[in-house]
Each structure stands twice: as C-alpha cells, then as structure tokens.
C-alpha cells in the first residue's frame, strides 16, 4: 500500500464523458412522471429555467476555481476547507461521500424496479431478491475498480456513448409524435390535477432537478488526473450544455403526446412507459435496456468519485489517513471497501421503505446540499477579497455575478428541501463525525474551535430532533 498520487490522466473528452456519464443516470428516466406529478409545461419551463440557470453559475464557479486554485485539486471539499476551516471542510466531505454512496443505493433500486415490470419478483425494486442481485452487483463493480482507475474510466467513456443512443431516440420519435392540441391542454396543468401555486410547483421539482445534476462537479473531483488544468473547466461547461439539454426534452415533449394525469400515474421509470403509449411494448423493452446500460454506467462512474473523495480527504488527512492509502494498481482501496460497505447498508434498509426510490433521490440530493453551498460560498469569498483577481481584476465583476447567483439558488434549494429531510440529513452527518475525531486523534490536534463546536452541537441536535421524529411517527420513510 503506498499513499503516492497516481500518474494515469484522462483526456478532454475522458473528462467531459466522466461529468455526462456521472449526470446521466437514473434521474433522467424518471424526470416525465416526477415533472407529471408536480406541474405542467408552464411550471416546468420555469423550474427548468431556474435549476438550469442556478446549476451553470455552479459550473462556472466550479470552473472558476479550478483555474484559480489549482492547488485544491481534491475538488468539492478541498472549497470548503480552504473557506471556513477544518470541520465544515468535514462535512462538506462527509455530505458529498454520503450522498454520493446513497445516490449508488437509488440506482441499484431502479434496475431492479425496471427488471420488475418484466419480472414480478423484483417489485419496486426493494424486494428480497432485489436486496439480494443488488448486493451481487455491488461487489462485482467493486472487484473491478480495485484492478484500475484507468481501465474502468475508459470503460465508463464507452457506456457513457452507449447510453445516450436510447434517450436520443426516445426525443425524436416524440418529436415526430408531438400533437400541439395535448400540449396546450397540458399547459396550465392539465385536467385531474391538484390546482397548486406556481411557486408550489416550482418548489416541488427543486430535489430533483438537484438530484439530476450531480455529476456537474465530476471533472472537478477528478482534477488530479486531468492531462490540461483547462480541461477541468471546460469538461465542465461542456457536459452541463450536453446534459442540460437531454433533461429539458425528456421533460417536455411527453407533455406533447399524453395527458398529464396519466403521466403522473406512471410506474417508474416513467421515459419507458411514456415511450410504450406511443410505439407500444417494444419501446418500454428497448428504454429499459437503455436504462440498465445508463445506470450501470453512472454506477460505475459515482463508484470512482465516492473513493476518490474518500482517499482525497484521507491524504490531507481530513478523514483517517488509511482512506488516503493506495493498492498497487492505484486505486483508494480502503476508501473503496468503505464506500461499499455503506452502499450495501443502505441497500439493505430500503426493504423497510416504502417508497425507496424517492427516499434515496431526495436524501442524495439534501446531502449534497451543504458542499454546493460552501463551494459557492468560497468563490463568493474570493471575489470579495479580490484574491487570485491580481493579473485580471476585469474578470472580478463577471465572477461577483455568477457566486452570488449561485449562492442564493443552494440557499433557495436548501429552503424547498423542507425540514423533513433536512433532519434526515443531520442523522447522517452527526453520527459520521465520529470519522472526523479519529482523523483529529490521528494528528493530536485540537477538535473543534469554538465556533465549530457550535456547529457540532447544531448538527447533534438536528440528529436527535430527527431520530425522536422517526420514533414518533412524525418523519416517515
């Protein structure tokens, strides 16, 4: 075991389908029927205008950093550490590695929720059967990351490529079905609909579309291996204009050849369905098939960014040190074999969820809530002090714009999560702080300051308003 980097690096277009293959997961194939329930086209074309606009001031903050501090190249966390110090560093960390592992959990729910419309035993994806081919497929990914970063980058570019083939299909055959009297009569929401407020509407996509784009920061986390410092930020922009583009059409066009009540109804993953009413059964077969490749892709690509923030933290011994170590074929063994344990644990609770996928997409989404927010929150901080602005003070007015933006849409996010999941995620961050005491133990070096101690105590005590809720009732799952 050695803690030296790795020497292998990954082009531009390595780069750019890491970020495309890391977005374009099982969010997309479930974007008609969560857009279904929560409003029409008119409240979609503003939500989307919103998510979309928030989220590329995110990428230009992103790709601004990575310009101007080339040396935080451990992406997402590195932003935060460098702002506020050492524990909201942590749990900038310890959010964006949970989420991320929780994110995994979703998409091995909806392979086995899609296996089930074909095959009964799979249910809704959170069956004992499912548990079980779940847990298979983790550890058969996780065998084959441990043989090489490398080999299984080149193997998420070719999956990456393969899957967008089914979605672009999907868009043009509802191009070529889209009748201009169901979209009209969608608009303002359809017949059969809750009448809801737009800003209601709105609110209600916001975790979604979250849950949709991460990824963006994927050529972020993976700086290190970048061949070009440049290609971090242009990997960047370029997969958001790719992917941004997929989600607003796959959102829309269904609007166009279905009513809106039938939409909501659908069983997830709402594309294939959505692609069966219009073609028949062949296309609800040949989207899934898509889907599988899709997800399986963005498995394996999420997979290598939980251990490389794991093994991250662990070299600037953020987390304990064993996370940074390295196996002979450079790849974060121990933050790796975490990284599955914790997958496969919440893999195994969705057996008592009610509604697993929803439960996963949301909490993955509020948990990458805090690192976004920090991140934006640093760039903002640099402008303001005028740092790295020296050789091109013209650009400081530019960047003043895209941080502010940026952070009052995660300050907005954070607001329509609601309180329920907010809580959930405190019980998620107060216990993995434990991580954060042995890496401080590690060093012999003070725990807290004492803001952050009021930060702990803040974040316990979210922890126990959130436990004594799921004991009462009061939060279910």
């Known amino acids: 075991m050695t803690g030296t980097p790795s020497i292998q690096k990954l082009s ?20 008609p029927r969560t857009f279904g329930i929560a409003t029409g086209p008119f409240g979609a074309i ?43 560093g942590f749990l900038s960390v310890l959010g964006y590695w949970t989420g991320s592992c ?28 499912a548990i079980i081919v779940a847990s298979v497929g983790i550890w058969l990914f996780h065998f084959m990351i441990l043989r090489g970063v490398q080999q299984a980058a080149a193997i998420n570019t070719v999956v990456t490529v393969a899957k967008i083939v089914p979605i672009l299909v999907f868009i043009v055959i509802l191009v070529f079905a889209f009748k201009g009297d169901m979209f009209r009569a969608n608009f303002w929401g359809g017949e059969g609909m809750p009448d809801k407020g737009l800003f209601d509407q709105i609110r209600a996509t916001m975790l979604v579309t979250v849950f949709v784009f991460l990824g963006i920061e994927g050529a972020s986390v993976y700086s290190r291996y970048a061949k070009e ?43 294939a369905t ?7 059964h062949w296309g609800a077969v040949f989207v899934s098939i898509g889907l599988l490749v899709s997800v399986l892709g963005a498995y394996l690509a999420w997979s290598l960014i939980c ?24 790849v974060p063994a121990a933050a790796l074999w975490l990284t599955n344990v914790i997958v496969q644990l919440f893999v195994i609770s969705t057996y008592w969820s009610r509604d697993a996928f929803a439960l996963m997409l949301n909490l993955t989404s509020v948990m990458n809530l805090i690192p976004f927010f920090l991140v934006a929150a640093y760039g903002l901080l640099l ?95």
């Open 46 to 88: 503003f939500a989307w205008c919103i998510a979309g606009g928030g989220m590329y001031t995110m990428a230009r903050v992103f790709q601004s950093l990575a310009e101007r501090k080339p040396d935080l190249d451990a992406g997402v966390y590195a932003y935060a550490k460098a702002g506020f110090g050492n524990y909201p």
């Open 383 to 477: 402008v303001r002090r005028g740092e790295t602005y020296e050789k091109r003070p013209d650009q400081r007015r530019r960047d003043m714009i895209f941080t502010g933006i940026a952070v009052i849409y995660t300050l907005f996010l954070i607001y329509a999560a609601g309180m329920k999941y907010l809580l959930l995620a405190a019980i998620l961050y107060a216990p993995g702080t434990a991580l954060y005491f042995w890496a401080r133990f590690e060093q012999k070096a003070k725990v807290f300051t004492a803001v952050e101690w009021g930060i702990f105590v803040a974040v316990a005590a979210g922890a126990a308003v959130g436990i004594h809720g799921l004991v009462t009732g009061y939060i279910t799952i």
């Open 229 to 271: 410092r440049s290609h971090v930020g242009a990997a960047t922009i370029l997969g958001f204009v790719i992917v941004t583009s997929l989600m607003v059409l796959v959102t829309m066009l269904p609007y166009a050849v279905l009513p809106r009540a039938e939409i909501a109804e659908m069983r997830q993953p709402s594309m």
């Open 307 to 330: 251990a490389e923030v794991l093994s991250a933290a662990g070299r600037t011994r953020d987390m304990p040190a064993l996370f940074g170590t390295e196996n002979a074929n450079k």
């Open 274 to 280: 959505v692609l069966e009413a219009v073609v028949g």
């Open 102 to 129: 929780i994110g995994n959990v979703s998409y091995w729910v909806l392979i086995k929720s899609t296996l089930g419309a074909f095959f009964p035993v799979f249910g809704d994806g959170n069956t004992v059967v």
């Open 12 to 31: 531009l277009f390595a780069l750019t389908a890491m970020v495309v293959g890391s977005m374009v997961g099982s969010g997309i194939f479930s974007l």
